[in-house]
């Protein structure tokens, strides 16, 4: 089954939200979001959003380098197709999965598969967008919280630094 394909919650952005406290998403300049979160904790800031292609499918996600980057969002994660976003896939539905694979035993580090390394069709990657504290909208394809990206900075003066993530 395809992201695509699962039950969604949905997602307004934040300029348009009701007081509903339902899910909403910062936005750049460009359309992309930025940041994922609830309204009711909108004042506090939003963490990074991580957005994941719909024609993905849940094994690819829980048995992909795709996973680290779920822990940059503890609500979820914002299911795109073709630069439209379809909603959020929560948290909760990837934990869900996971219990299934781990009682099948197809976690990581199974035994490798030929099948491993093809790709089917079109294929898009996984990313989380990130603004550091410097103020940088980064990209990011992978992330390990014990050893953050660095952040080249931003401005003309700018000096690298470890990426430090602020809440949009």
């Known amino acids: 089954m395809t992201l695509g394909e699962l039950p969604l919650a949905p997602v307004t952005p934040l300029s348009e939200a009701a007081a ?52 940059l969002n503890p609500y979820g994660a914002l299911v795109h197709d073709g630069g439209r976003t379809l909603g ?39 990313v989380a967008r990130v603004v550091c504290r410097c103020g940088l909208l980064t990209t990011l394809t992978e992330y390990d919280p014990d050893f953050p990206p660095a952040c080249p900075g931003s401005g003309a003066e700018a000096t690298p630094h470890p990426l430090a993530i602020r809440a949009e």
């Open 20 to 71: 509903d406290g339902g899910y909403v998403m910062t936005m750049d300049a460009e359309g992309w979001p930025t940041a994922l979160g609830r309204l009711d904790n909108a004042d506090a800031g939003l963490p990074p959003a991580v957005l994941l292609p719909a024609p993905m499918t849940m094994v690819a996600l829980c048995t992909g380098g795709a996973l680290d980057l779920l822990a």
């Open 88 to 126: 959020v896939l929560e948290q909760h539905t990837v934990s869900a999965y996971l219990v299934t694979l781990s009682a099948r035993g197809t976690l990581r580090n199974d035994v490798p598969s030929p099948l491993d390394s093809v790709l089917a069709g079109a294929y898009a990657t996984p």
